[in-house]
């Protein structure tokens, strides 16, 4: 077993001020339910967001194969949503992923899955922020690095309201963003230029109007970002200690949000791949310049318009989402006192505003840097994080945890084993460049585990699991 607290941590020798004291962990309020939570989930995984701004370049790298390539990942991650929903249950806790694995399989690995999903907390929503000067070009003309973090900037205002509220306004964008996907999806099929059977020909254009061969490798290679692709619905594991019944309400916000949310993205995926002029159309990933002519510039300026708000959409749910698991450190004292006082602090509307501010304007300044090595470490976190929280799935069933209630997961243990391997492979054919980035900041998350939180581990990294 582990020595992950219960309830209350141990008292500090580093005397902190309310309201975050060492011996009162702070709690956050359960406000939502499964309908809200789903709505903010979905918004997380900003079906639109990822459609239009992620799927671009994997037509750029995969062509036909994309679709194929998205929904081998969709497949692996239904196993994925199994593990979540059956340690977001066990383990409610806004600290997600590095909870579930601290409490399961240790406090180096829960700190190792901290350190994971903190690059992803930094990296994604500048990475699809900075989408949103594409999609407002029909009205103005901006630099995606400016706009990005000026998309940023607002998100972290938004994120500081009360959680309902935000439900409500990511649930409108919502709305509007699947609208969208379902016109680019209808126009696609309108239009098709090939049959079904283009999407197992594994083509992409190559140079002089040539048509290259897409290998079984790339496709593996691109599984990583296909991953990226749903990964949002882990945001319901993060807010399970602000959700109505958490032993109930996550599995079916998990397992909802992943079917919901793969449809929304694949199937104008599939449309797209068919609908498209040529192989050379399709590669270049403009979806924008597609529907225009598969309509008009009118038909094409609402879609656009329509992403442009997927992405700020996005954008608020994941600085709230990620404010949660800096809150959830801090209360854990992941960090040197004045630090974790800090940003443990909830503001008047029971948000963690420093936390929320430490994310939003981190990601303003992200905006600014290569966007390749964004998608690169992103990919490589991912992966890392599905294969350590695989990992503590083995340990769910074991001492305490056996008879707990909790949503249990089916083939057990064989879906977790199953998915070890398949991460393995998967981080083994990624680019040598992003694994030596995210391996090299793994070390550096290593040796302050071994310097600063094992010496003081009665004081430091006391992970909590707050009561229902």
Known sequence: MTDTLRSAAAPSAEALPDPASEDSPQKLKRSIGVVGGTLLTLS???????????????????????????????????????????????????????????TLAGRLAGWLVFVLSLLVVFIVPPVIAMGTADYLEPVIHLDPAIAGAGVMLLSTLAGLLDLRANAWITGIFLVLEVIAAALVAVLGFAHAERGIGSLGSMQVAGGNGHTDAVTGMLVVSGLAIALFVTQGFSTAVYLSEELENPRKSVARTVLATLAISTVVILVPVVAITMGAKDLTALTSGDISTMVVA????????????????????????????????LFASARDKAWPGPVNNALSRLGRFGSPWVATLAVGVPGAALCFVNLDTLYGVTGVSVTGMYLLVAVAALFARRGAHKDRTAWRMPLWPGIPVVLIALMIYILIEQEVTYLLWTGGIMAVATLYWAFYLRPRQETRWLVSVPAE
Do not use: H, K
């Open 44 to 102: 997380c995984v900003t079906p639109a967001s990822s459609l239009f701004v992620v799927v671009p370049d994997l037509f750029g790298s995969l062509g036909t194969a994309t679709a194929l390539t998205i929904g081998v990942g969709s497949l692996i991650c239904i196993g994925v949503a199994f593990l979540y929903s059956e340690l977001g249950t066990l383990i409610p806790s806004a600290g997600g992923e590095y909870a579930m694995v601290s």
């Open 294 to 325: 598969w309509s008009n510039s009118a038909v094409g300026t609402f879609v656009s318009l329509c992403v442009a708000l997927a992405i700020i959409n996005a954008g608020i749910v994941m600085v709230i989402q990620n404010s949660r698991v």
